[in-house]
């Protein structure tokens, strides 16, 4: 497996950055069909940089798979994260620290939780009125899963967006916090690298690691 430099924590005091946190919900860490242990294991690593995120007053998108009964997605993918459901609720330990289970919610207001209804956040007018509206951003911190399916849309999506209108932005993926899931036809380590490698060679920044 390929490394990449460490990325140190106070680089990204800048006011200018920002953490999008990719579908960390329980759907696909601990219940239902399309759960994985293996995307379950980077939980520790974006717990700690929404710890980070939220001690530094850097502002966060947490995506959130959340899909009608009927979803038109579910011709590709098995019914998972259906609106209502436990499936679709972003990880207890995330909420907590993000503020969704603190009853002192308001007194915290980094912390944006968008669903979505596709695999791709980055087109979610929620995330786009967001994006517009916060022009000074110029860097934004992308985890969790899966790292060849939405992370990757949206990492895709985010940077020719940028390009499209000559905006400058830095996006930096820690590999040790992005995963994806194995299954037949479908072999983690290999999706895995083609993903990065795909991201790296379209301008996406790789580091190992945030080091706090």
Excluded at 93 to 113: A, F, Q, V
Excluded at 130 to 159: P, Y
Excluded at 203 to 210: E, P, V
Aim: aromatic residues 6%; glycine residues 4%.
């Amino acid at each position: 497996m390929n490394t990449y430099p460490k990325t140190n924590s106070s680089v990204l005091k800048d006011r200018k950055t920002a953490l999008v946190i990719v579908d960390m919900v329980n759907g696909f860490l601990t219940e239902g069909v399309m759960s994985s242990p293996r995307c379950a294991s980077v939980l520790p690593a974006c717990e700690r940089l929404l710890q980070f995120a939220m001690d530094s007053g850097i502002p966060t998108i947490a995506f959130a798979d959340c899909h009608e009964p009927d979803c038109i997605e579910f011709s590709s993918f098995p019914p998972h994260c259906i609106r209502g459901t436990s499936e679709s609720e972003i990880a207890p330990s995330l909420r907590r620290i993000g503020g969704d289970l603190n009853p002192r919610r308001n007194w915290i207001d980094t912390y944006k939780h968008i669903p979505k209804n596709s695999t791709n956040g980055a087109i979610t007018p929620e995330f786009q009125k967001w994006l517009a509206e916060n022009s000074h951003i110029a860097r934004i911190v992308v985890c969790g899963v899966c790292t060849d399916i939405c992370v990757m849309q949206f990492c895709l999506t985010l940077k020719t967006l940028c390009n499209q209108a000559d905006r400058p932005m830095e996006i930096l993926l820690p590999v040790d916090a992005v995963e994806t899931y194995d299954a037949p036809g479908h072999d983690a380590e290999a999706c895995n690298a083609a993903a990065l490698q795909f991201m790296q060679q379209a301008g996406i920044t790789l580091t190992d690691t945030i080091d706090f």
